[in-house]
């Protein structure tokens, strides 16, 4: 998915990070390759490389592995010594808890727990100050860094079951389906995910020859899902990714060619919050981003290319999917020369 996009709503906490700090965040964002202004456009995305540069910029120049979102830093190098520490772990229980009182020691705002609810556990967090409420984007990092953390040292992707916030539901909350579950509920009394309890005794897997393998990859692969090639959904993205859309097959020519049933499909999508035409959109927009920076192919050329029978199509699906038209985003991206 190294041609993914995300929300640039997730680029702006960061940049407020910075200013909080007294630090220049236009300079970073150009040494990432992202403009400046795409950050204007409430519905612009940007690539997950970009965005993992970014990151990894603003963590060096904060020397704070938290982005600059509690009034603690976390200095960096310290999510490479919690996985020095989680890899001597025998099951994955023991491995959240220590993880858990790991960054309750880093952070001064947010701590987390484990909360058993029948045949599930929640990870759950929590502000240590009730008067003092914890940023959104904090919480969203430290729910997607400890699943992730946790996905890899078992070697397999953990389902999440349920997905609850403590806070109203963002303006970008559609990004929740991938980055999370599509059973969401906002305006909770904590903000957490639910995991089949039995997960929980699942052996860790991981040694010191993978760990320095997964951190030479962060923070890329703790944006997204853990990658379970055998998922419905990175099945058909990967079909999808590898044809131009002319040749996308219909549903049932899918079927046919996973040697299954439409309505296993659909079912197997739906558990892991998708379905077969928001994939389709999801690629076709990330293709058209990617078309639009990359190459000098005209808009009209690169609706035609990717399956639109009009250009005006092409136009409010863009529009639609950023919040611009593809020539004014096409010259936002040009205002940026990515530093070497």
């Known amino acids: 998915m190294e041609k993914s996009t995300i929300s640039v709503a997730f680029v702006t906490p960061l940049l407020e990070g910075l200013r909080r700090r007294g630090f220049d965040g236009?300079?970073?964002?150009?040494?990432?390759?992202?403009?400046?202004?795409?950050?204007?456009?409430?519905?612009?995305?940007?690539?997950?490389?970009?965005?993992?540069?970014?990151?990894?910029?603003?963590?060096?120049?904060?020397?704070?592995?938290?982005?600059?979102?509690?009034?603690?830093?976390?200095?960096?190098?310290?999510?490479?010594?919690?996985?020095?520490?989680?890899?001597?772990?025998?099951?994955?229980?023991?491995?959240?808890?220590?993880?858990?009182?790991?960054?309750?020691?880093?952070?001064?705002?947010?701590?987390?727990?484990?909360?058993?609810?029948?045949?599930?556990?929640?990870?759950?967090?929590?502000?240590?100050?009730?008067?003092?409420?914890?940023?959104?984007?904090?919480?969203?990092?430290?729910?997607?860094?400890?699943?992730?953390?946790?996905?890899?040292?078992?070697?397999?992707?953990?389902?999440?079951?349920?997905?609850?916030?403590?806070?109203?539901?963002?303006p970008h909350h559609g990004e929740y389906d991938l980055l999370f579950c599509s059973g969401?509920?906002?305006?909770?009394?904590?903000?957490?995910?639910?995991?089949?309890?039995?997960?929980?005794?699942?052996?860790v897997a991981r040694r010191a020859d993978s760990l320095r393998d997964f951190l030479s990859k962060a923070p890329e692969n703790l944006l997204f899902q853990y990658k379970n090639g055998d998922s419905m959904t990175i099945q058909i993205l990967r079909r999808l990714g590898s044809m131009a859309p002319a040749d996308w097959p219909s549903l049932e020519q899918l079927a046919r060619d996973l040697r299954t049933s439409t309505s296993t499909i659909r079912r197997r999508l739906e558990s892991e919050g998708q379905y077969y035409q928001g994939l389709k959109d999801q690629v076709r927009r990330d293709m058209a981003i990617n078309l639009l920076n990359g190459t000098g192919m005209s808009v009209m050329d690169i609706g035609a290319e990717l399956g639109f029978a009009e250009t005006s199509a092409f136009h409010r699906a863009f529009k639609k999917w950023t919040g611009a038209n593809p020539g004014e985003y096409r010259r936002t991206l040009s205002r940026a020369t990515p530093s070497s």
């Not at 727990?113 to 556990?121: A, C, M, N």
């Not at 906002?186 to 052996?203: D, H, I, K, V």
């Open 26 to 170: 236009d300079e970073l964002l150009d040494k990432a390759g992202i403009p400046p202004a795409l950050t204007a456009l409430p519905h612009a995305r940007v690539s997950a490389a970009s965005y993992a540069t970014l990151l990894r910029l603003t963590a060096q120049v904060l020397d704070d592995e938290f982005f600059g979102q509690d009034r603690r830093r976390m200095k960096v190098g310290s999510f490479a010594m919690l996985g020095r520490i989680l890899i001597h772990c025998d099951r994955l229980d023991k491995a959240l808890d220590l993880a858990l009182r790991y960054y309750a020691l880093q952070l001064d705002d947010v701590y987390g727990s484990l909360r058993r609810d029948g045949d599930l556990v929640w990870l759950a967090l929590h502000p240590r100050d009730a008067g003092r409420p914890v940023g959104v984007f904090a919480q969203e990092t430290m729910l997607m860094f400890i699943h992730r953390l946790a996905c890899w040292l078992v070697n397999r992707r953990i389902a999440i079951q349920r997905a609850a916030f403590s806070y109203a539901a963002p």
């Open 184 to 203: 969401q509920a906002f305006g909770q009394p904590f903000t957490g995910l639910a995991m089949e309890a039995r997960s929980l005794t699942l052996p």
